[in-house]
């Protein structure tokens, strides 16, 4: 028997990984602070409960595989409200995006045919394209110019005879950043010139700090119908990432048919969970407005602690919920496992995502770590307190540092 050339490309997911150092460590009596998972913690608005509560059908049935005609409905109507017209046959509704990223490789990829994706990026992406036999060119990136990406000459120095898509992530995780209007053109314009697929995921969406940015959607630019699909999702939007509900969102009929068979292959997506995301995409405008608000406080908090940390690179996100930082340590991986094993203040300690693994260049991302602001204004105040008198502790007992003063 053998496991597959793809299977074995994938790596186990690197958010997950110290979950058992976890548990050993909340076996001990330590309190953690996770700053590791893109979890929000906001309250998911009560009429998806409601809208559960109501199901009453006798049957729990199937429902028709590109998705509830309800939920459909009203995923065209909040686009409609973003300025962007929809046929109901441009939608089909997944298991949360990541389905939605999955079927979009299958559908697109060949084996050893490219995608371009600016690094550091999600790392279940490496997952969704290595299952497809693809490959990722990593565009580069780097901490002292805030991770940004957009560059033409840059972009284009990556395309050939094999690539088939430019991947990007707006608002991006892990790194906060957001594409201008102009950006978002050049790289629209760099799809269509070069016959390319453009993969938008736009799950954190809603997540813009400057209001300058308003709700950018790259479905605005009506010239890349043909190359243009949109990852969505309702997990980061509404608080809701148990729903698992999202869709690919794409006017391309031959992608659609494509993306159909797998999602007839699949059968359908949980019934009752597009039930209650449907009620979901009836809440309150000012949903959005508090969410916003509240995680840009956070994100104030964050880089306002971590820039008082000595050494810590960090350029202010702009858009979704994490921090991409460099630490003065030599390696974070390492680092979190110690903060898990060996160290503790006053019975505290944090976790956060070792940032190599958001890379594809080997060597590249060591002394980085992706902070998710996902805790209250007084839970991170107090975790970046515990990292940074982790890091000095880290500095001198392990790397031996002896330049900072140390509290054992
Ligand atoms: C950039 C990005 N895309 C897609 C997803 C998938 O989310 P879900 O499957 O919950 O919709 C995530 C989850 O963290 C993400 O960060």
């Given at each position: 028997?053998?496991?597959?050339?793809?299977?074995?490309?994938?790596?186990?997911?690197?958010?997950?990984?110290?979950?058992?150092?976890?548990?050993?460590?909340e076996a001990q009596g330590k309190k953690i602070y996770h700053l590791n998972i893109g979890q929000p913690d906001l309250p998911t608005?009560?009429?998806?409960?409601?809208?559960?509560?109501?199901?009453?059908?006798?049957?729990?049935?199937?429902?028709?595989?590109?998705?509830?005609?309800?939920?459909?409905?009203?995923?065209?109507?909040?686009?409609?409200k973003l300025n962007v017209s929809l046929d109901p046959q441009d939608i089909l509704i997944t298991t949360g995006g990541s389905e939605a990223l999955l079927l979009t490789c299958l559908s697109i990829l060949d084996p050893y045919t490219e995608v371009i994706i600016p690094e550091p990026y999600?790392?279940?992406?490496?997952?969704?394209?290595?299952?497809?036999?693809?490959?990722?060119?990593?565009?580069?990136?780097?901490?002292?110019?805030?991770?940004?990406?957009?560059?033409?000459?840059?972009?284009?120095?990556?395309i050939t005879k094999n690539t088939r898509a430019i991947m990007i992530t707006n608002p991006g995780n892990p790194t906060g950043v957001v594409l201008s209007h102009e950006e978002m053109r050049m790289i629209a314009d760099i799809a269509k010139e070069h016959d390319l697929f453009l993969i938008c995921d736009e799950v954190y969406r809603e997540f813009c700090y400057d209001d300058k940015?308003?709700?950018?959607?790259?479905?605005?630019?009506?010239?890349?119908?043909?190359?243009?699909?949109?990852?969505?999702?309702?997990?980061?939007?509404?608080?809701?990432?148990?729903?698992?509900?999202?869709?690919?969102?794409?006017?391309?009929?031959?992608?659609?048919?494509?993306?159909?068979?797998?999602?007839?292959?699949?059968?359908?997506?949980?019934?009752?969970?597009?039930?209650?995301?449907?009620?979901?995409?009836?809440?309150?405008?000012?949903?959005?407005?508090?969410?916003?608000?509240?995680?840009?406080?956070?994100?104030?908090?964050?880089?306002?602690?971590l820039r008082q940390i000595p050494g810590v690179v960090v350029e202010e996100p702009m858009g979704a919920f994490y921090v991409m930082a460099s630490l003065p340590v030599d390696d974070t991986d390492k680092f979190q496992y110690w903060l898990l094993e060996q160290f503790s203040d006053r019975g505290d300690t944090v976790m956060f995502a070792p940032g190599a693994p958001f890379y594809e260049t080997p060597g590249k991302g060591l002394n980085e770590v992706r902070i998710a602001y996902v805790l209250n204004q007084a839970d991170l105040e107090r975790a970046m307190d515990v990292l940074a008198k982790g890091i000095a502790l880290y500095q001198h007992q392990v790397m031996k540092v002896k330049s900072h003063s140390v509290e054992a």
């Open positions: 028997m053998q496991i597959s050339i793809n299977a074995n490309r994938c790596e186990p997911s690197p958010m997950r990984k110290f979950h058992p150092y976890a548990v050993a460590a608005p009560p009429a998806y409960y409601e809208a559960i509560r109501n199901f009453d059908e006798k049957t729990l049935a199937y429902d028709a595989s590109p998705g509830n005609a309800g939920l459909i409905k009203a995923v065209q109507k909040y686009y409609k999600y790392p279940n992406y490496t997952t969704f394209v290595h299952a497809a036999g693809g490959v990722i060119r990593a565009l580069p990136t780097n901490p002292w110019e805030g991770y940004r990406y957009a560059s033409r000459e840059r972009i284009e120095s990556l940015f308003g709700v950018p959607t790259m479905a605005h630019f009506r010239d890349i119908d043909e190359n243009l699909v949109i990852i969505d999702s309702v997990s980061k939007r509404f608080s809701a990432c148990g729903a698992r509900i999202g869709c690919v969102v794409t006017r391309n009929k031959e992608l659609q048919s494509a993306l159909l068979k797998f999602c007839q292959s699949r059968l359908s997506v949980a019934t009752i969970d597009q039930i209650g995301a449907t009620a979901l995409y009836d809440v309150d405008h000012e949903f959005f407005q508090i969410a916003k608000d509240e995680y840009r406080r956070r994100r104030d908090t964050v880089v306002s602690k």
